[in-house]
């Protein structure tokens, strides 16, 4: 699509749990199909990089998150 390619990084700089939500819009690599939430641990500095593929985000890399 035309806004494949677009990379967002969301970084948490306090420490508070975040959440990100994007109903079945969360590819991350593993079995079970797309996912709907993000959430980040209590840390700051928690973080994950998006890539936008074919209309989904697929997670580049993470760092105390849970994909879910």
Request: hydrophobic share 45%; aromatic share 4%; net charge negative.
């Amino acid at each position: 699509t035309a806004t494949d390619g677009v990379l967002i990084t969301a970084t948490s700089t306090t420490a508070n749990a975040h959440t990100i939500t994007a109903t079945d819009l969360i590819d991350d690599g593993i079995t079970g199909g797309v996912k709907d939430l993000i959430t980040f641990a209590a840390f700051a500095g928690a973080s994950v990089t998006l890539v936008s593929v074919g209309g989904k985000w697929n997670v580049v890399s993470q760092n105390n998150v849970t994909v879910s």
